[in-house]
């Protein structure tokens, strides 16, 4: 296997391996999975890819979440990212549909909202508009290590409540649906992702983080926004532009990422499994130290 660069500090493009590679092999897995614990985002071009195959890697990394109430491949392991509708056309550029992938283009990282994380998310290219659509990166880990010592060790010790209601209103009022909203209310996280396995803290940010834990309302999302913004400054992300047969898996504990637009008369498709994250991913240092509810 074949690690090549893609950005200083981040993300690798990774050669002579493929999905069925390491769903069939321990030696394979091994190597994949060390490159992703050290380069956060991780790029295998020309795949031959199915459902059952991106399903059989994606298990090696541990549990699939069962995709939510209120999305596309709801039940399944499976999220559906479509703009096309039951009549295999593209919808209209109002449709939920297309508002949803609005919403993706907020810098995020997946699953934060829920009670139980993600590690990883595998993205898959299906169709692709011929214009646009990239899915761009940032390094939180690098984020983190830019900040002052002081601002560091009191972020360390910092817990944020996430929302997808939260994150759904920054584009459309009523975007995310009274079951989603029931389904899905705000939990905490602490605001630094320390990795078991090299020790690097990562900051952990979303566009779902509205508050902060024991801080007024206006200045917790000050803050929030203050630390995003730090965090995406131009020229320290990583772009990807997509091809056809592309998958691309990035760690959500040190990552946050967004889609880019496309014309809304461009049809896309693109198939998402995600990992819960586990005891061994670092998840239980994350929860508040005592129960506390959203104020």
Same mark, same amino acid.
């Given at each position: 296997?074949?690690?090549?660069?893609?950005?200083?500090?981040?993300?690798?493009?990774?050669?002579?391996?493929?999905?069925?590679?390491?769903?069939?092999?321990?030696?394979?897995?091994?190597?994949?999975?060390?490159?992703?614990?050290?380069?956060?985002?991780?790029?295998?071009?020309?795949?031959?890819?199915?459902?059952?195959?991106?399903?059989?890697?994606?298990?090696?990394?541990?549990?699939?979440?069962?995709?939510?109430?209120?999305?596309?491949?709801?039940?399944?392991?499976?999220?559906?990212?479509?703009?096309?509708?039951?009549?295999?056309?593209?919808?209209?550029?109002?449709?939920?549909?297309?508002?949803?992938?609005?919403?993706?283009?907020?810098?995020?990282?997946?699953?934060?909202?829920?009670?139980?994380?993600?590690?990883?998310?595998?993205?898959?290219?299906?169709?692709?508009?011929?214009?646009? /659509?990239?899915?761009?990166?940032? &390094?939180?880990?690098?984020?983190? =290590?830019?900040? !002052?010592?002081?601002?560091? *060790?009191? #972020?360390?010790?910092?817990?944020?409540?996430?929302?997808?209601?939260?994150?759904?209103?920054?584009?459309?009022?009523?975007?995310?649906?009274?079951?989603?909203?029931?389904?899905?209310?705000?939990?905490?996280?602490?605001?630094?992702?320390?990795?078991?396995?090299?020790?690097? /803290?990562?900051?952990?940010?979303? &566009?779902?983080?509205?508050?902060? =834990?024991?801080? !007024?309302?206006?200045?917790? *999302?000050? #803050?929030?926004?203050?630390?995003?913004?730090?965090?995406?400054?131009?020229?320290?992300?990583?772009?990807?532009?997509?091809?056809?047969?592309?998958?691309?898996?990035?760690?959500?504990?040190?990552?946050?990422?967004?889609?880019?637009?496309?014309?809304?008369?461009?049809?896309?498709?693109?198939?998402?499994?995600?990992?819960?994250?586990?005891?061994?991913?670092?998840?239980?240092?994350?929860?508040?130290?005592?129960?506390?509810?959203?104020?």
């Amino acid at each position: 296997m074949e690690v090549i660069p893609l950005k200083p500090g981040f993300g690798a493009e990774l050669r002579g391996v493929t999905l069925s590679d390491v769903a069939a092999s321990d030696a394979a897995y091994a190597a994949v999975r060390a490159a992703f614990e050290e380069h956060s985002v991780l790029v295998f071009r020309g795949q031959d890819v199915s459902d059952d195959i991106q399903l059989a890697f994606s298990r090696r990394f541990g549990p699939p979440e069962v995709t939510k109430v209120g999305s596309m491949g709801t039940g399944s392991h499976f999220v559906i990212l479509s703009t096309f509708g039951p009549d295999g056309k593209v919808v209209p550029s109002d449709h939920r549909q297309q508002l949803r992938a609005r919403a993706n283009q907020l810098w995020h990282t997946d699953s934060s909202f829920k009670r139980v994380p993600a590690l990883t998310s595998i993205l898959s290219a299906r169709i692709i508009p011929e214009h646009g /659509g990239e899915t761009e990166f940032v &390094s939180m880990r690098l984020a983190f =290590e830019r900040l !002052d010592k002081d601002t560091a *060790k009191r #972020l360390e010790n910092s817990f944020a409540w996430h929302s997808y209601a939260h994150s759904r209103s920054k584009v459309a009022t009523g975007l995310a649906t009274t079951e989603e909203v029931d389904a899905l209310p705000p939990v905490c996280w602490r605001m630094v992702w320390r990795n078991p396995v090299n020790g690097r /803290g990562a900051l952990y940010l979303a &566009s779902h983080a509205y508050g902060v =834990e024991g801080m !007024d309302a206006e200045a917790g *999302k000050a #803050l929030i926004e203050q630390l995003t913004e730090a965090a995406t400054a131009p020229g320290v992300s990583y772009l990807h532009q997509w091809k056809q047969g592309d998958v691309v898996m990035w760690d959500n504990r040190a990552t946050m990422h967004r889609g880019r637009p496309w014309p809304a008369h461009e049809g896309r498709l693109m198939i998402r499994t995600t990992i819960s994250a586990t005891a061994a991913d670092g998840v239980a240092n994350m929860h508040l130290p005592s129960p506390q509810a959203a104020e």
